[in-house]
């Protein structure tokens, strides 16, 4: 299957061109004013091509409670989410197709999805996302949630000694599902990948983490964990170790250049160096970041150093979207308030290179995707630059990524097969997903959550919060 | 005319109600789960009846550089806004009209256009924006930006003893074209509005406040301006009075419970008890201020004091877009990074509040607009449930205001009268005002801004940053 983008607008050094882009099967085999016509002509006048976002962190189950978490720090959050979790993997899979339509809808080609699993159906409900993800045809890299200790090791004991109930599931019976999972879901010539994603220092042993870098060491796959999301998790990580939790990582061997790291709020500048020495990448929540009052990362100071920086929307009970360009926009302006001098922030140029090349080297894939270059995969998107969105005509790129685009992406395309055209979504039916979570579902304002409850008092303690 | 909501979702005490709404006229003559159904009936059925948002600041004509403005702070930004601000009223009309339309689709009934004029066109300008609000059919405020001082006042001196070019028109001939203004344009009747709107301390005289104070008790008006947006007009203010701009326009009499100030961001505690007392109204814009590097306003701590809040989009070219339920949501989540006590942190439910009876009271409507009343204006919007932006099923207010809603407006009245439909505007061709954006722009990557060149360096000098 081949085909040609006539007459497109593409980014160069400098300015913009018009070109064609022609694609056969999978791949781009040519970027050119004059570029033959292959298979079908497909009309890109007036419209903007660029690659493939990664939305490079989310959670996708985490749909079914968007909206409904009051305003929480993580801790707290988290029992909210936990108490109220789906249950069945048929929600699993709508909800992935759900995360899916918004990332391809908001420029995005490649999906990182740190499922949370079903307690006793943990297969059922990575079969369930990876057949959402198949069928629309997003690239997908699944991050089975794992951890071996409980939600409550997660908070930090302060001058109290607590009991921490024993996880639901050992440590070997971890490593072995992930080694079930690997057999049986990675295909990355499909392009769904599996990934060894522990859910970070604040709830995984250090027998889980040794696991996790064997397995990805013995089926050469990425890793990705959260790290220093809160100043909670950094003083538990004082707690737990007496020194920094990125010193811990590297000296496991967990930090590699195909590691990635969601959050990365509250390191300091021993951390960065470590990040920038070991070339792991930087996965930037900042709508996350904002909502659960996280904090700002040092993304400026992160891009001096010469770490590698991608975008991730996080879960959607924690955003509560999937819209990838908001959390660009948002991810690139935050951070002017941080450095004075206008010389250090992110331009337009820089966000579009780190969601979709800083994306694609935190996935071990920046030889494959992420830039519009002859031999690479097609995982593109077309913008129609008429959409009033994007008018009036100015810097296609800046009002692309500083506006708020509605409707402006036109086509999508991933491995060369296109998933969106016109707006829509082809490759499922979006009208039936829509009655689906309508009728799973019901409209409800406030929820009692008992492990809130149970956890609220010693958080602010802890804390140091007026009781 | 007339015509009642049947079935229609309403926040109340603790939850939601289906009720229908009853409007005789442009007003709301009843809500109830069994009021009567006069008129046409519209279905509300599985749709979120909300008060209108106030766009309480923005510029429209901004529109035409959305985008292409590099990342700069304020001072320098609008050295490079004014080189290419547009010059051709007829320009005015249609990003007046973009403004509109995206106002109106992102929840907003109500404008606040501070309106930047064309030189030796003023009244056209003025002309421009009125019809485009007219013929739409969205509730205005239109102050003309006026200033008697030349944009290089506006920054600070520093060491440095600067001569300022004298501005091109006098403070008189200023006072009488807004005399002119306010006898052509304001007719409150049909939602068209004047406002008295000094840009700031920063560009204009003692005599120019005390003139639009004296205008606005003659003809009983709102007063508009920006105050503290950014670091340098905080110096600026010590350089100027020796003393903060607050207390300084408080002396002038120009806080009151019908002014309106747009970002304060670098307000002290004795400047925020000053607004309280007062009753002074500040409008926040979150994106503007992140997009510029201006700050993070102190909203929590204004609303601790009692302090009346609304949202505002600001410019297009600051921000760049005018999506308010962007703007609302940001506004509401950046504050979590800044009170590390949940309990302060602001609710869906509060976010709806200031956007709509916060913005009322800033405009001296608090007693027409600004909730679901009897009696009050029928300015609201029904939001579409079925949305997939707003799926699945949870809290409805805290899904419109946390996620990132999508063709979520179905219907819009203003006055009573039907503007949207099925997420269109009715009263205006979009599709040829889209045309004619197109047609009067073009793509570009980078300008040369002469007045950037000019003040860069002292602006670097004078607050500190390496030269």
């Given at each position: 299957?081949?085909?040609t983008?006539?007459?497109?607008?593409?980014?160069?050094?400098?300015?913009?061109?018009?070109?064609?882009?022609?694609?056969?099967g999978?791949?781009?085999?040519?970027?050119?004013?004059?570029?033959?016509?292959?298979?079908?002509?497909?009309?890109?006048?007036?419209?903007l091509?660029?690659?493939?976002?990664?939305?490079?962190?989310?959670h996708?189950?985490?749909?079914?409670?968007?909206?409904?978490?009051?305003?929480?720090?993580?801790?707290?959050?988290?029992?909210?989410?936990?108490?109220?979790?789906p249950?069945?993997?048929?929600?699993?899979?709508?909800?992935?197709?759900?995360?899916?339509?918004?990332?391809?809808?908001?420029?995005?080609?490649?999906?990182?999805?740190?499922?949370?699993?079903?307690?006793?159906?943990?297969?059922?409900?990575?079969?369930?996302?990876?057949?959402?993800?198949?069928?629309?045809?997003?690239?997908?890299?699944?991050?089975?949630?794992?951890?071996?200790?409980?939600?409550?090791?997660?908070?930090?004991?302060?001058?109290?000694?607590?009991?921490?109930?024993?996880?639901?599931r050992?440590?070997a019976?971890?490593?072995?599902?992930?080694?079930?999972?690997?057999?049986?879901?990675?295909?990355?010539?499909?392009?769904?990948?599996?990934?060894?994603?522990?859910?970070?220092?604040?709830?995984?042993?250090?027998?889980?983490?040794k696991?996790?870098?064997?397995?990805?060491?013995?089926?050469?796959?990425?890793?990705?964990?959260?790290?220093?999301e809160?100043?909670?998790?950094?003083?538990?990580?004082?707690?737990?170790?007496?020194?920094?939790?990125?010193?811990?990582?590297?000296?496991?061997?967990?930090?590699?250049?195909?590691?990635?790291?969601?959050?990365?709020?509250?390191?300091?500048?021993?951390?960065?160096?470590?990040?920038?020495?070991?070339?792991?990448?930087?996965?930037?929540?900042?709508?996350?970041?904002?909502?659960?009052?996280?904090?700002?990362?040092?993304?400026?100071?992160?891009?001096?150093?010469?770490?590698?920086?991608?975008?991730?929307?996080?879960?959607?009970?924690?955003?509560?979207?999937?819209?990838?360009?908001?959390?660009?926009?948002?991810?690139?302006?935050?951070?002017?308030?941080?450095?004075?001098?206008?010389?250090?922030?992110?331009t337009?140029?820089?966000?579009?290179?780190?969601?979709?090349?800083?994306?694609?080297?935190?996935?071990?894939?920046?030889?494959?995707?992420?830039?519009?270059?002859?031999?690479?995969?097609?995982?593109?998107?077309?913008?129609?630059?008429?959409?009033?969105?994007?008018?009036?005509?100015t810097?296609?790129?800046?009002?692309?990524?500083?506006?708020?685009?509605?409707?402006?992406?036109?086509?999508?395309?991933?491995?060369?097969?296109?998933?969106?055209?016109?707006?829509?979504?082809?490759?499922?039916?979006?009208?039936?997903?829509?009655k689906?979570?309508?009728?799973?579902?019901?409209?409800?304002?406030?929820?009692?959550?008992?492990?809130?409850?149970?956890?609220?008092?010693?958080?602010?303690?802890?804390?140091?919060?007026?009781?």
């Amino acid at each position: 299957m081949s085909f040609t983008i006539q007459n497109v607008l593409i980014p160069v050094e400098g300015g913009y061109k018009i070109v064609n882009v022609q694609v056969e099967g999978d791949r781009i085999s040519a970027i050119a004013p004059e570029a033959p016509i292959i298979g079908d002509a497909i009309d890109g006048k007036n419209k903007l091509l660029l690659p493939g976002f990664v939305n490079a962190h989310t959670h996708s189950s985490e749909m079914w409670q968007r909206g409904i978490i009051p305003p929480l720090p993580l801790e707290l959050w988290l029992a909210q989410l936990y108490d109220f979790a789906p249950l069945n993997p048929d929600k699993i899979y709508l909800s992935a197709l759900g995360t899916a339509v918004e990332t391809l809808l908001s420029g995005g080609t490649t999906v990182v999805d740190h499922l949370v699993l079903i307690p006793g159906q943990e297969l059922e409900t990575i079969a369930a996302a990876d057949r959402a993800y198949r069928e629309i045809g997003i690239r997908a890299f699944i991050g089975p949630l794992i951890q071996d200790e409980s939600l409550t090791a997660s908070i930090p004991s302060g001058e109290n000694l607590i009991e921490h109930a024993p996880y639901i599931r050992s440590t070997a019976a971890t490593l072995q599902l992930m080694k079930d999972a690997i057999a049986r879901f990675h295909q990355p010539e499909i392009g769904i990948n599996i990934i060894l994603a522990p859910t970070g220092i604040q709830l995984c042993s250090e027998a889980l983490f040794k696991g996790c870098i064997e397995l990805s060491k013995t089926h050469n796959l990425c890793l990705h964990a959260h790290l220093l999301e809160t100043k909670a998790q950094k003083k538990l990580a004082q707690e737990k170790y007496g020194f920094s939790s990125v010193k811990y990582l590297q000296n496991l061997g967990f930090l590699t250049s195909h590691t990635s790291l969601a959050h990365c709020v509250w390191l300091d500048d021993d951390d960065i160096t470590i990040l920038a020495e070991t070339q792991a990448t930087v996965v930037h929540n900042p709508l996350s970041n904002l909502r659960l009052g996280s904090g700002i990362a040092p993304i400026i100071k992160y891009r001096q150093a010469g770490v590698n920086v991608s975008f991730g929307c996080d879960g959607a009970s924690s955003n509560d979207s999937q819209d990838l360009l908001e959390a660009i926009k948002i991810g690139s302006i935050l951070h002017n308030i941080t450095d004075f001098d206008y010389r250090h922030w992110i331009t337009p140029r820089q966000s579009v290179e780190m969601a979709s090349m800083g994306g694609a080297k935190g996935l071990n894939m920046g030889d494959e995707i992420g830039s519009l270059t002859v031999g690479k995969k097609a995982d593109f998107v077309l913008y129609d630059l008429t959409s009033l969105s994007l008018l009036p005509r100015t810097d296609p790129i800046g009002l692309l990524i500083l506006g708020r685009p509605t409707q402006a992406v036109d086509s999508v395309w991933v491995n060369g097969k296109q998933i969106v055209a016109k707006n829509q979504v082809k490759t499922i039916n979006v009208d039936e997903l829509r009655k689906q979570l309508f009728e799973q579902s019901q409209w409800i304002e406030e929820r009692n959550s008992q492990t809130m409850n149970e956890i609220e008092s010693h958080y602010r303690k802890v804390m140091k919060l007026e009781t």
